[in-house]
Each structure stands twice: as C-alpha cells, then as structure tokens.
C-alpha cells in the first residue's frame, strides 16, 4: 500500500508520524520549526512531550491537534491521513478525534460549566438532549456534576480545568492533548488535575501532555524530548512513575 | 468529511447574540439607533398616511360619488399653468341652459359658486362665514338633508329672492342657546342685505377635525347680484344613474366643446372631474411623500447598516478568543459565519422591533392628540423587519467573515 518503513505486524498506533516538517517563511527568514520528525504514539499510551522553548514542541502540539497542516510530511490520525486536509475538515478532525486542554483553559467566561463542555457537540449537531445528557456525564466524569450552572468565574481555578478536560472528553476523542494543562495552577492542585489525567489514561484514554516540567512529566510512561525541531530523546518511565503516584495528594 | 448542518447555530447564534445585547446594553442601543430611527419613520409615516387615506376615502366615498363636476379650471400646480387658465372663458348661466337642454344623460345641472362674508342677526356677527350660491337642482344632489325647512324653489333661484339656507354653526352663533329650528322665518343679514332663513342643513360632519358648517346658502342669481357675474360658475351634474356615468362626462364634454366651438385639434378650455380625479391627486401626493420617505429611510439605514458592521467588527476583535475556542473544538467556517451573521441580525432586528414600538407610541400619541385615526398596518412590520434584517445580513457579512477566517493558532494566542 505504501512505502512507508515497515512497522511491527499489529499496527495499534492512535498516530503514526512519518518525516514531519514545518517550515514558517518570515519573509527573507525560513524558519525550520520541525525538521522532520516521526512518531508513533499507540492506543492508550500516557505521553510527555518535553524540551525548551522554541525547541518544536508546541509547533508539533499544533499539527497533532490538526489545528495547523506541515510543510512536508505525513501524519496518521486514527488510520486517516490528515496533513492535506482543508480548514473544514481539520475543523471536523478537531471535534471528533481530538481533545484540547489549555494552559489558559479556554472556557467560555459567559457560558455555564455545562455549555462549555457541551460546546464541542453543538458543532457535532447533536440534539439538545442528547447534549446535556452527554455533557452532564463528562461533568461527573471530572467530579463538577453539581457545578453544571455555574461559569468560569464562579469556580476556582483547579475546577476550571476540570471542565476544560471534560469538554475535552465529552466526545470521545482518539487523543486527549494536554499543552501545559498545570501551568496556570498552584501546586496542589495540578496534582488532582494530574491524578484525573492518570485516572482518565487508566480508564483507556490515550493522552499527550506537552510541558517544560519534568515533575508533571514524571507522571507519563513515555518522555519524548524535542530540541531544535528534532526529537533527542524518547525513552520509557515506567518506575519513575510509580513513584511519581507514591506521592501523596 | 462535510461539516455539520449549519442551521445548528441558529438558535445558539440567538441566544449568544441576545446575552451579548443584555450585556452591554448601551453600546447595544446606540448601535441600532440608526436602524429605530428608520424603522420607527417608516411605521409613523405610513400609519399617518394610511389614517389620512382613510379619511380621504370617506369624504370621496360618502355619498354622490358618481356627481361630477364641470369647472373653468382644474387644479394647477404652476403659475404658468395658472395664467392659462385665466384666459379661458367664463362658465355662465346660458352654458348651463344649454346644457340642460341639450344633454340627455343628465338628470340634474346645479350652477354653483362659492364666496365668504359676514352675516348678522340682530347683535351677533360672524366673519369668514361661506356663502355658497346654488341653483334650485341643488335640493336634488344635496346630500347633506335638512334638520327643518325646505330649499328654496325654481321660481326663488330664478328670481333671485332673499331666501337662505343655514349650517348648524351658522344657526348656533346666530341664534345662541337656541333651537336650530326655531331660526326658520328670522331675518338675517348677509354682506348687509336682508335674507329670511327657510332652512337649516344637518350637519356635513368634519374633516380632519374641522367642523364644515359654518355656511348660508342662497339662490345662484342672488349671488350673482351680491358678487357680481364676472367670476365663473361651476356646474356639478348627477347623471341618470350609475351606469351612465361615463355616457354622461362624455356629454358634457362635447356639448361644452360645440358651445366653445373649439375645433378637433383644440384642447379642452375647461375641466371636467369627477371623484377619482381628487383620489387620483391625492394618491399622487402621498406616493411622493412615500418616494421621500424611502430616501430618507434608505439615508438611516445605510448609516445604521455601517454602525453596526463597525461593532461587530470590534466584537469580533474582542471575541477573537471566543472563536479560537470555538474553532478548536471544531466549529467550521460556516459555523462561526453563521453564529456572528445570526448576532448582526439580531442586532438589527432588536433595533427593528425598537423603532417598530416607538413609530406605533408616536402613531398612538398623534392620534390621540389629532383627529386622525390610528390604523395598524401590517404590512409596514413585515415591511420593517425584512429590511433590518437584510440590513443585518449585509451590513454583518463582512465582520462574520473576518470571525470565521480567524486562524485558530493565534485566534487562541490572542488576549
């Protein structure tokens, strides 16, 4: 079918990246922000995306999330190719396939919990019930099931996170793709918003965490370190991380 | 891969639009304060007009509608216009023997005209009161009846005798305090001469909130003698019946041609109406006004259409994160299209139903104060509405485009 180097028998990757570049042309300046990078992240794998900035990392994190196409290169999403495809299809991509969950958390400041997280399945033009019923799940899900009716404002920032992530998972999406999901929250409570990742992954969720932190890379199985566009290191973390969840909290 | 429907964010596109409204509710107004003013212009004048109208078909309609009138002149609308007609001749009581002896669709011919004066009786004196001469046909066409008396009779008209028909006013400032009736067989002065009153007319009504019977009629030939003859007469004929209505302006035009003796090619040198010639005018008039009406509406709505386009363009800019986040959980380019086209809408609607509301309180408040009539026309909302919401439609095209090419990279980067 292709020509692609041969991979093991039982292809289980959720994506398969194959030499993925991306080029930002500043006018007389080309800037090469990926330089050709593969990588396979399988089903369920519970993934660190590391390295300085300005390394690639985000760069990646945006084709990944489909919200930008590479220069050069192909990206597997689910057995579908999607680095050619148009605005509208990424856009469709993005609300089937992909949950995004910001630094910033991204909630809509006048929209109650409930509308946030229902958001991604207006745009699947899903029905009104089917909606609430699915959003109120993923709200439980998060443990804010009793904060449906409350907006961003009215919630601390840890919970605002919560919703971002059940947002992110209320339509069942191939990858759960975290950029600094911790950043913008005190110590303690990035450790319940870790534990819910760890719970979320030992449910079957697969999940990308992009972070400059190794203590909340800590809790990946797998640690892959970008440094000028290209990946310097990809290595297992299976004993760090049991001693990562020792930690009490 | 197509998207989903884009009619999911109709509804979702309401709802935001209207939050966004409630939430600044200021910038919201002002926004659409072009639109109220159109809107609002729109519903008042047409309400007025079409109260006007209704009063003007009442008076058309009311009773001889199938009367026409033969005068020197018609209604100019120029002074050159004017001083041709003064050099048409004169109607005189001879045209109007000659036509009531020729003419055979008639079934009467009343010589008429109109001056005003002073009448008098004993202390009390009246200015400016209309002095309405007519021949004795005219108790056949008179619509009006009588609340006591009689008309004056041929033998009356033709020998010019003081008699004198009075209006319900005429009667209540002569003869305060009394009975109409009771001024039959007074003698009253007209422009200083003496006239016995035979009859009192019913009322004529009012228009536009004037009372129309402060008035003495007296017989034609009378008149004449009192005004002099020198000014033309004006004859109103009721033809046969109904049907012979056209037979009978035809009539009277070729039997006031041979009488002028104007040859083929020669216009008219007098003017034949009937009913429908005002109505015609009159629907002349309000359709230019209606023509200015449209400038000036037209005028609002494009400065009102340009307002709005500016703050959705500084809404889209302010929501700039708002798409970023809608984009990245898969709104499509039509999606947001639609969301920010569906809030322009809105927008412009909201102003719509606020002029709608304000042009009918002004209506009410007109007719309340006047005498015109409140009338709600339906078509002028549905009117209103599709042209605000076209207003919205092309005026939110634009800024709902910028929203929906956003990039959603830096549409999220954007604080």
């Not at chain 1, 000028?228 to 969840?245: F, S, Y």
């Not at chain 2, 039959?184 to 004529?204: A, M, P, T």
């Amino acid at each position: 079918m292709n020509d692609r180097p041969p991979e093991t028998p039982a292809d289980d990757s959720v994506i398969k990246i194959r030499g993925l570049k991306k080029i930002y042309d500043m006018g007389r300046v080309k800037v090469e922000a990926l330089a050709g990078v593969d990588l396979d992240i399988a089903q369920n794998e519970f993934i660190a995306i590391m390295g300085p900035s300005g390394s690639g990392k985000s760069t990646l994190m945006n084709l990944l999330g489909c919200l930008d196409t590479p220069t050069e290169g192909t990206y597997r999403l689910r057995g579908t190719e999607v680095s050619r495809l148009d605005d509208n299809e990424l856009a469709t991509v993005r609300n089937r396939e992909i949950g995004f969950v910001f630094q910033t958390f991204n909630l809509l400041p006048r929209a109650t919990s409930l509308h946030n997280v229902e958001l991604p399945l207006i745009y699947a033009g899903m029905s009104s019930r089917e909606r609430k019923k699915k959003a109120l799940h993923a709200l439980n899900i998060v443990g804010l099931g009793d904060r449906a009716d409350h907006r961003p404002n009215e919630l601390s920032g840890g919970q605002r996170q919560r919703v971002a992530i059940a947002r992110a998972l209320v339509n069942d999406p191939a990858i759960l793709l975290a950029d600094e999901p911790t950043g913008n929250l005190d110590s303690k409570t990035s450790q319940e918003v870790m534990q819910l990742f760890i719970r979320l992954h030992d449910e079957g969720q697969t999940v990308i965490l992009v972070t400059h932190e190794p203590g909340i890379a800590l809790h990946a199985h797998r640690v892959v370190t970008f440094l000028d566009g290209l990946i310097v290191r990809d290595e297992p973390q299976t004993a760090k991380r049991l001693d990562a969840e020792a930690v009490p909290g | 891969m197509s998207g989903p429907g884009r009619a999911v964010g109709l509804g979702e596109g309401v709802l935001i639009a209207l939050d966004a409204i409630w939430a600044n509710k200021l910038r919201s107004f002002l926004t659409v304060i072009g639109n109220v003013i159109a809107v609002s212009s729109i519903i008042l004048v047409v309400t007025i007009i079409q109260g006007v109208n209704a009063e003007v078909t009442k008076i058309f309609t009311a009773e001889g509608a199938d009367i026409f009138n033969i005068r020197r002149a018609g209604i100019v609308f120029s002074h050159e216009e004017a001083m041709a007609m003064r050099s048409r001749p004169r109607l005189t009581r001879d045209d109007a023997n000659f036509l009531r002896t020729e003419a055979t669709s008639f079934e009467a011919l009343v010589e008429s005209a109109n001056g005003s004066g002073s009448v008098e009786y004993g202390n009390e004196s009246i200015d400016g009161v209309g002095i309405e001469g007519r021949s004795w046909e005219w108790a056949l066409i008179d619509g009006t009846g009588l609340r006591a008396g009689r008309y004056f009779s041929p033998p009356e008209t033709d020998r010019a005798r003081p008699v004198a028909l009075i209006g319900l006013d005429t009667a209540d400032s002569l003869f305060p305090g009394l009975d109409p009736a009771s001024a039959l067989g007074r003698r009253i002065r007209v422009q200083g001469l003496h006239f016995e009153v035979i009859g009192v007319l019913e009322s004529r009504g009012s228009s536009f909130g004037f009372s129309q019977d402060a008035f003495v009629v007296i017989p034609i030939r009378m008149f004449q003698r009192m005004f002099g003859t020198r000014r033309s007469l004006s004859f109103s004929v009721k033809p046969r019946g109904p049907e012979v209505v056209e037979e009978a302006v035809d009539e009277a035009r070729l039997l006031m041609r041979i009488r002028h003796r104007l040859r083929p090619a020669d216009d008219d040198d007098f003017d034949i109406s009937d009913s429908s010639t005002f109505l015609d005018l009159y629907n002349q008039f309000t359709a230019g006004i209606f023509a200015a009406l449209v400038g000036i509406v037209a005028m609002a709505l494009v400065v009102g259409g340009i307002v709005i386009m500016n703050i959705m363009l500084m809404v889209v800019t302010e929501r700039t994160r708002e798409v970023g986040i809608r984009k990245a959980v898969g709104a499509t380019y039509q999606q947001i299209l639609w969301q920010f086209l569906v809030e322009a809408v809105t927008l412009s609607v909201f102003g719509g139903i606020m002029g709608i509301t304000l042009g009918y309180a002004a209506a009410a408040a007109i007719a309340s104060f006047t005498p015109l009539p409140f009338v709600l026309v339906t078509w002028s909302i549905v009117a209103a509405l599709v042209t605000v919401i076209g207003v919205g439609v092309v005026f939110g095209i634009y800024p709902a485009s910028r929203a929906a090419k956003l990039d959603p990279i830096a549409a999220l980067g954007h604080e």
